[in-house]
C-alpha cells in the first residue's frame, strides 16, 4: 500500500499524549489511532481524563507532552489545518441563548470562516439532519436540553468536518431523547470518524466499533465492545487469596495451563493478597489452582468461582491496579 493511503486511513491518531494540571498528571501516555469511519467509544469514570484528551484533539488546550494528529496534521503545529477538520461538541456547550438556533448557525459558520452562501446551502441541511426543523426560529434559550444537545451537534457538522469529537453527547437528556441521539450519531457515523465519550456501557454497544477504557489518565483496554464483553462476560473468574510472595503466585499461576489471566486485587493484611485469574469460561481451574499453591506452601485463605456482568468487569477495570488484562 501507498504511504500516503495509509496516512489517510488513520485520522486520529495520538501518541504518549500526557497533560499535567500542575503537578497533577490528569492523562499519561495516551495512544490511540481511529481509523477513517470508525465510530470510537472513549470509556471512563468522572475525572478519567476523556474531556482532558478531547480538549487537546481539537486544539483547545496543548499537551504536555506527546502528540496527537488529526488526518496527519499535529493539532499543536499545524493546529489551523487540524481545525479545520473537527467538528466538537464540548461537555458543556457554549449556546447564545438570545439567538435563534439558526442565527446561531449562522454566526458559528461566519466564524469558522465559511462564505455566506454556502453557510446559506448547509444550515438546512443540517437542519434537516439534527432534526431541529420545528425549532430553527427558536430561542436556543427556550430549548430543551435534548434539542440544545442537537444544536450543538449541528454547529458542530456544520463545516462539513471528517472528524467529529462529542464528549457524552447524551448526557442529561430525556430516554425518548437519548435513543434518537444515538441514532442520530449513528448516522453521522457514515461519513465522520467519530469518538464519543461516555460512561454508560450499553451506548457503546449501541454505537461503537471499538472502545478504548480510560481511567486515571490512562488506557486500560482497547477493544471491539464485543471481544470486550466476551473477553469479559465469556471468562470464567476465580478469586483467591493467598499468603505468598505476589510475584512468584501471580508468575506460578500463569504457567497453569488453562490460565488466561493473574491480577493482584489488593491487599488484604501484611503478606496476604487476593488475585484475580481467568480461563474460558466453562473450565473449572479450582483444583488445579488449588494444588499448585499448596505445593508451593503458600498459604490460601480464600478460593471461590466469580462469574461477571459488563458492568462489574468495567468496574472492575477501573477500580483495581493490577487488573489490566488484554491490552
Ligand atoms: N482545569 C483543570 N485544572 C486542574 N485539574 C483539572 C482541570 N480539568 C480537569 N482536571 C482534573 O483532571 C482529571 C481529568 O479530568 P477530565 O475532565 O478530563 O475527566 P473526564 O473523564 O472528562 O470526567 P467526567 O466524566 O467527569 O467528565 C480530573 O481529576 C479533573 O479533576
Ligand atoms: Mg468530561
Not at 488513520?10 to 498528571?25: H, S
Not at 471528517?162 to 457514515?190: A, H, M, N, S, Y
Amino acid at each position: 500500500m501507498p504511504k500516503g493511503a495509509w496516512v489517510v486511513s488513520v485520522m486520529i491518531e495520538t501518541k504518549g499524549l500526557t497533560k499535567y494540571y500542575g503537578d497533577f498528571p490528569a492523562i499519561t501516555d495516551v495512544t490511540f489511532q481511529v481509523e477513517k469511519g470508525e465510530i470510537l467509544g472513549f470509556l471512563g469514570p468522572n475525572g478519567a481524563g476523556k474531556t482532558t484528551t478531547m480538549k487537546i484533539l481539537t486544539g483547545f488546550m496543548p499537551p504536555t507532552s506527546g502528540s496527537a494528529a488529526i488526518a496527519g496534521y499535529d493539532v499543536v503545529t499545524n493546529s489551523l489545518e487540524a481545525r479545520r477538520r473537527i467538528g466538537y461538541l464540548p461537555e458543556t456547550v457554549p449556546l447564545y441563548t438570545d439567538m435563534t438556533v439558526e442565527d446561531y448557525l449562522e454566526f458559528m459558520g461566519t466564524i469558522r470562516g465559511m462564505n455566506k452562501k454556502r453557510i446559506r446551502q448547509r444550515i438546512p441541511e443540517v437542519i434537516e439532519i439534527c432534526r431541529l426543523g420545528e425549532y430553527q426560529g427558536t430561542l436556543i434559550g427556550k430549548l430543551s436540553k435534548g434539542f440544545r444537545q442537537r444544536t450543538g451537534i449541528a454547529q458542530a457538522i456544520l463545516h462539513e468536518p471528517e472528524v467529529l469529537i462529542l464528549d457524552e453527547p447524551t448526557i442529561g437528556i430525556d430516554p425518548i431523547q437519548v435513543v434518537e441521539t444515538r441514532q442520530l450519531i449513528k448516522g453521522l457515523g457514515k461519513e465522520h470518524t467519530l469518538i464519543i465519550s461516555t460512561h454508560i456501557l450499553p451506548e457503546v454497544s449501541m454505537l461503537c466499533q471499538r472502545v478504548i477504557i480510560i481511567h486515571e489518565g490512562q488506557v486500560i483496554a482497547v477493544d471491539s465492545p464485543e471481544n470486550l464483553a466476551q473477553r469479559l462476560q465469556g471468562t470464567e473468574r476465580i478469586i483467591i487469596e493467598v499468603r505468598g510472595p505476589s510475584r512468584d503466585i501471580i508468575a506460578t499461576l500463569r504457567n497453569v495451563p488453562g490460565v488466561q489471566n493473574v491480577g493482584r486485587i489488593a491487599t488484604i493484611t501484611d503478606g496476604v493478597n487476593s488475585y484475580a485469574i481467568d480461563s474460558k469460561r466453562g473450565t473449572d481451574l479450582r483444583e488445579k489452582i488449588a494444588t499448585t499453591i499448596v505445593q508451593k506452601s503458600w498459604g490460601l485463605l480464600r478460593l471461590e468461582t466469580e462469574s461477571m456482568t459488563l458492568e462489574e468487569i468495567f468496574l472492575k477495570l477501573t477500580t483495581s491496579e493490577d487488573l489490566k488484562g488484554g491490552q
